[in-house]
């Protein structure tokens, strides 16, 4: 089974989005479906493209990848004129929780 927190919705507006790098958002406390609380929930994502109100992809990646689809595997797919074209919809990749790319993880300090 998967994990689950209290319904909360992000303010998408005070997320960097377009920069086409890593960007870290720190989520707040998030309960596992174990019952743990991890204090602070911190994702590593990308965004490429165009903000809200304009359309968004999210790409989901298997558990060895990273948020970094854009700018490494999947670069052909990802960016202007390509299959997911950044000119008019914006892509969002974010990392797994657990994952080693900077989202919360076992490498975590006091995760």
């Known amino acids: 089974m998967g994990s689950t927190a ?4 992000i303010e998408v507006a005070s997320l960097p989005l377009g920069t086409g790098g890593i960007e870290l958002a720190g ?3 998030f309960r596992l479906e174990s019952g743990t609380v991890l204090p ?3 994702v590593a ?3 490429d493209g165009p903000a809200p109100p304009a359309p968004q992809v999210l790409v989901v990646h298997a558990l060895t990848g990273s948020a970094d689809a854009a700018g490494d ?5 990802i960016g202007p004129g390509l299959a997911l074209d950044t000119r008019g ?5 974010a990392n797994l929780l657990g994952g080693r790319y900077g ?4 490498t975590s300090r006091d995760p």
């Open 89 to 93: 919809a914006g892509v969002l990749c």
């Open 6 to 9: 209290d319904a909360r919705p």
């Open 40 to 42: 602070e929930l911190v």
């Open 103 to 106: 989202t919360t993880g076992p």
């Open 73 to 77: 595997w999947w670069a052909p797919l």
């Open 27 to 29: 989520l707040g406390p």
């Open 45 to 47: 994502y990308r965004h």
